[in-house]
């Protein structure tokens, strides 16, 4: 039985004139014990999706089960077994780090010292603070926080609604190698993420934008799903050479990427010596032309445009 | 203050109470440059765009910005400056075009230059024919692009950017881009945060924060040439592994 079963799920929003589209129909399903990424921009529907696998919310249509029972039938056996940190900071403000822990372990009839090979790891770095207010916290500490409270019973399926965004590069690094730490002990973890950089260290991710699945695959199958050649450029003055690529009859897009723009072309004929032609007509120098393997932002910018 | 700087910061310190959350931080920007801000969570980037903009009065050094004092001309510090985070933007319950009036207006534009200036931002935008539209309705990335467009609607000399582009889909973060690199060729200066160390890239130089002091400042080739690192990303973790302070 798979943890997580998603199938034609449907989510629309009413107000009085207009219909908002959040997911159009999508199914997926996960593995035991894998962390599965959800990978898109801001209003694409990863909350909905969320808050719909987590019982908080019905679905227009479509249905899905986590660990085979039904998302609105069985909602309390779902929430019995599952941990979900959301987007926005939930915990209680104005009780201690240790107070909400223990909250949280009472509510799920558990206690701190049952669980606590679990989150060791994660709660060591906090419990020098455990008499400090939650709501007294820094973003890093809030974040290990509300880890730790929603593995406290054990789930056997993590939901986690954008935990790094707004976080440093330091901290998301951190974050995913305790994710990868849990995944050991057998969890089985949701993630959702704008940044398209973490879709590597998932096991299988889904990209999705506007409501719609672009792709569900390992991060190795979507970027060998970019069928195409890529090209980088450089040259020293970069925004003039992005204008006289972009406006190019063979040029198909050109988008920044850091130090070079990448560069994909219409017709399969065309290379590194177009790309020379093409940057002679402006005054470069320093140049540089490479063939290079996409990344998952390359990826998910080709299918946007499907 | 050189002509051609429009940030000169020497020494530049906030103290709060015992803690300090800005040491003697020293750097110039110019006319026209892309300059990235970089830091983790707590290395004191926020207080120290907060004394930038005026908005929050050093505790010793000298700084200005846009040929103004921050200790005695932050009034007029504010006038000359835009500036634009994620979090705070436009006013979602009013139009577009009431949106652009009613920032235009607080910057002192003529009713003239208004009206001006909002047909040519509609045009650039791609937004004609929805002049009356709620910036409540806007998909993120347009309230991106346009908050940008609204936050150099009085041409300052400079634009301060706090993590402009977070959440935002691929494509409109690089038309987000796009706008940036339009701006610093007209001359306005760019002073942008970023978590996306490909942001920093684009930058003609960054400066990197660690514990409320200025660790690196060059532009991203050679700072990854003194790293050995072959990405920004690289540079980043490397300086800011370093931090002792967390948080916040």
Not at chain 1, 128 to 138: E, H, N, T
Not at chain 2, 95 to 120: A, C, H, P, W
Not at chain 2, 141 to 148: D, N
Request: with cysteine.
């Amino acid at each position: 039985m798979k943890p997580v079963v998603v199938e034609n799920i449907v989510q629309k929003y009413r107000t009085k004139k207009t219909v908002v589209d959040a997911l159009n129909g999508i199914s997926f399903s996960v593995d035991k014990g894998e962390i599965f990424g959800i990978i898109g921009p801001d209003g694409a529907g990863k909350t909905s999706l969320f808050r719909i696998l987590t019982t908080l919310l019905l679905a227009e249509s479509g249905k899905a089960t986590i660990d085979g029972f039904d998302v609105v039938k069985d909602y309390k056996a779902i929430r019995n077994r599952i941990g979900y940190m959301p987007g926005r900071f939930s915990l209680y403000q104005d009780l201690s780090v240790q107070e909400n822990l223990e909250f949280f372990a009472t509510i799920f009839n558990t206690t701190i010292a049952k669980n606590y090979d679990l989150i060791k790891d994660i709660y060591q770095q906090i419990e020098p603070f455990k008499d400090r207010k939650a709501g007294a916290l820094s973003g890093g500490m809030k974040q290990k926080l509300a880890l730790s409270c929603s593995l406290i019973h054990k789930p056997s399926v993590l939901f986690l609604d954008e935990p790094t965004t707004g976080v440093d590069a330091v901290s998301r690094k951190e974050f995913w190698e305790m994710l990868h730490r849990l995944k050991l002990q057998g969890i089985t973890i949701l993630v959702s993420t704008a940044y398209m950089d973490e879709a590597s260290l998932c096991d299988r991710v889904a990209l999705i934008q506007k409501g719609d699945l672009l792709s569900v695959d390992t991060p190795g199958g979507v970027i060998r799903g970019f069928k195409k050649p890529l090209w980088a450029i450089r040259g020293n003055n970069m925004y003039q050479l992005m204008n006289l690529v972009k406006e190019d009859a063979s040029v198909e897009s050109c988008y920044p990427f850091g130090q070079y723009h990448h560069v994909v072309f219409k017709k399969p004929g065309d290379d590194k010596q177009t790309l020379e032609n093409i940057a002679q007509k402006g005054n470069f120098h320093d140049l540089e032309i490479k063939p290079i393997e996409p990344n998952i932002e390359d990826c998910f910018m080709a299918l946007m445009n499907n | 203050m050189q002509k051609d700087k429009v940030i000169t910061a020497k020494d530049l310190t906030k103290r709060f109470g015992d803690f300090t959350a800005v040491d003697k931080i020293t750097f110039d920007v110019e006319k026209g440059e892309i300059f990235g801000f970089l830091g983790a969570n707590g290395a004191g980037k926020t207080t120290a765009m907060r004394m930038l903009c005026g908005l929050l009065l050093p505790t010793s050094g000298q700084a200005s910005v846009a040929g103004f004092d921050v200790f005695k001309q932050n009034e007029q510090i504010k006038k000359n400056i835009g500036y634009m985070s994620q979090k705070f933007s436009l006013y979602e319950d009013l139009t577009i075009v009431e949106n652009i009036r009613f920032y235009g207006g607080i910057y002192g534009l003529s009713d003239d230059r208004i009206k001006q200036k909002t047909t040519s931002l509609m045009k650039q935008l791609h937004l004609e024919g929805q002049e009356k539209t709620l910036v409540r309705a806007l998909p993120l990335g347009w309230k991106q692009k346009l908050a940008f467009s609204i936050a150099i609607v009085h041409e300052p000399a400079i634009v301060f950017l706090d993590e402009p582009t977070g959440g935002v889909d691929p494509v409109t973060r690089r038309e987000f881009w796009g706008l940036i690199y339009e701006a610093s060729a007209r001359g306005i200066t760019i002073f942008v945060t970023t978590h996306y160390m490909d942001e920093a890239e684009y930058c003609n130089r960054v400066s990197i924060m660690v514990d409320g002091r200025i660790d690196a400042l060059d532009s991203p080739a050679n700072l990854m040439k003194d790293y050995s690192a072959a990405s920004m990303d690289e540079v980043f973790l490397h300086l800011a592994r370093k931090a002792v302070r967390t948080g916040d």
